[in-house]
T-cell receptor, first 113, second 116 residues
Framework: EDKVVQSPLSLVVHEGDTVTLNCSYEVTNFRSLLWYKQEKKAPTFLFMLTSSGIEKKSGRLSSILDKKELSSILNITATQTGDSAIYLCAVENSGGGADGLTFGKGTHLIIQP | NAGVTQTPKFQVLKTGQSMTLQCAQDMNHNSMYWYRQDPGMGLRLIYYSASEGTTDKGEVPNGYNVSRLNKREFSLRLESAAPSQTSVYFC???????????????FGNGTRLTVT
């Protein structure tokens, strides 16, 4: 059974701080790892990391995949109150079925002004 | 561009009542999914439809049924609601299977269901 563990489960920091969110996984036949941001409603896609694309960056957010350590980190620099959200990590196996995606429980990030 | 639209946004049911959650996507995606999200449990897959005309069970299908009405619409039915089904329900779609590298899941805004 595939497994995704995120840490910490919750984190409170001050505006301007840099945060690192962790995601570790156990998956049969890894295909991709995805990060989503969930504010009050729908999760929205941030990054997809694969064997051929282990590092992604968008503005103040960046993510790295460590296939040796079976983990990924999501970094947010110069945090803003708008970064407050639940950050979800999901891992996909290459089994071919549409149910090959496993989500972690999420990290609840709170940015205090 | 609406994306994935879910109705209703909120619903309160009494134990034993039935209801159908509606989902429609306008992105011409092949695959559609229903998840539930509970505190401390993350997102769990209830049912999915890899393509029009097919449906399959996910991780937590008991107590639910689904219908892929056409390529756009995928509904979730609770035949006899139970308090354990109190949750936030998300519909999602993707172009091909779960991910196609540049086609990750697109989620609707969710339905908050309370069963008393």
């Amino acid at each position: 059974e595939d497994k995704v563990v995120q840490s910490p489960l919750s984190l409170v920091v001050h505006e301007g701080d840099t945060v690192t969110l962790n995601c570790s996984y156990e998956v049969t036949n890894f295909r991709s790892l995805l990060w989503y941001k969930q504010e009050k409603k729908a999760p929205t896609f941030l990054f997809m990391l694969t064997s051929s694309g282990i590092e992604k960056k968008s503005g103040r957010l960046s993510s790295i995949l460590d296939k040796k350590e079976l983990s990924s980190i999501l970094n947010i620099t110069a945090t803003q109150t708008g970064d407050s959200a639940i950050y979800l990590c999901a891992v996909e196996n290459s089994g071919g079925g549409a149910d090959g995606l496993t989500f972690g429980k999420g990290t609840h990030l709170i940015i205090q002004p | 561009n609406a994306g994935v639209t879910q109705t209703p946004k909120f619903q309160v049911l009494k134990t034993g009542q039935s209801m159908t959650l509606q989902c429609a996507q306008d992105m011409n995606h092949n695959s559609m999914y229903w998840y539930r999200q509970d505190p401390g449990m993350g997102l769990r897959l209830i049912y999915y439809s890899a393509s029009e005309g097919t449906t399959d069970k996910g991780e937590v299908p008991n107590g639910y049924n689904v219908s892929r009405l056409n390529k756009r619409e995928f509904s979730l039915r609770l035949e006899s609601a139970a308090p354990s089904q109190t949750s936030v329900y998300f519909c999602a779609s993707s172009e091909i299977g779960r991910t196609a590298y540049n086609s990750p899941l697109h989620f609707g805004n969710g339905t908050r269901l309370t069963v008393t």
